[in-house]
């Protein structure tokens, strides 16, 4: 059974400074995404991952994949306060099998 | 297009009240999906529908059916409401195996 780990699961950082976001997957897959959620509203996609060393880049979001190591990271850089939202992973088994997702992490960017 | 659209946005029922939320898609999708969302438990998957005319229960079915009645039209029915499903239901959908999914916007659903 497909597990997906997320954390951390709650996250204050101050602007202008980085982090990192780690998904971590318990079995083989073939595709990896990131999703945006702003309180009170729906599921945002940001990322398709399909492929080991794939990078991809918006703004001051990336995105990688490393599916020998079963990771996936999404790296902040130089926090501003828009960013502030739930970030999920979703990682999908072999097949057309339905995504799993990971818990969450809650972003907060204070001043 | 509108993409995934949602009704109702949000219902109050009382235990034992059944209902029925709708979701419809203007993509022309062959899969849709029904989750839901509790407070520290992320997305949780209902029903799904990989094409039209299938449908498979995913990791929390109980309490639960779903009716595909075309390509674009997936619906919940809560045969009877109880407070444990008090929470947001989000509809998807997506085209192929490595496509991402689009959300509806969301139904709250407050079991009384």
């Known amino acids: 059974e497909l597990k997906v780990e997320q954390n951390p699961l709650f996250l204050s950082m101050q602007e202008g400074k980085n982090y990192t976001i780690y998904c971590n997957y318990s079995t083989t897959s073939d595709r990896l995404y990131w999703y945006r959620q702003d309180p009170g509203k729906s599921l945002e996609s940001l990322f398709v991952?399909?492929?080991?060393?794939a990078v991809k880049q918006e703004g001051r979001l990336m995105a990688s994949l490393d599916t020998k190591a079963r990771l996936s990271t999404l790296h902040i850089t130089a926090a501003v306060h828009d960013l502030s939202a739930t970030y999920f992973c979703?990682?999908?088994?072999?097949?057309?099998?339905?995504?799993?997702f990971g818990k969450g992490t809650r972003l907060s960017v204070i001043a | 297009n509108a993409g995934v659209t949602q009704t109702p946005k949000f219902q109050v029922l009382k235990t034992g009240q059944s209902m029925t939320l709708q979701c419809a898609q203007d993509?022309?999708?062959?899969?849709m999906y029904w989750y839901r969302q509790d407070p520290g438990m992320g997305l949780r998957l209902i029903y799904y529908s990989a094409s039209e005319g299938t449908t498979d229960k995913g990791e929390v079915p109980n309490g639960y059916n779903v009716s595909r009645l075309n390509k674009r039209e997936f619906s919940l029915r809560l045969e009877s409401a109880a407070p444990s499903q008090t929470s947001v239901y989000f509809c998807a959908s997506k085209e192929g195996t490595f496509e991402t999914q689009y959300f509806g916007p969301g139904t709250r659903l407050l079991v009384l």
């Open positions: 979703a990682v999908g088994p072999s097949g057309n099998t339905p995504l799993v």
């Open positions: 991952l399909l492929s080991n060393g």
């Open positions: 993509m022309n999708h062959n899969s």
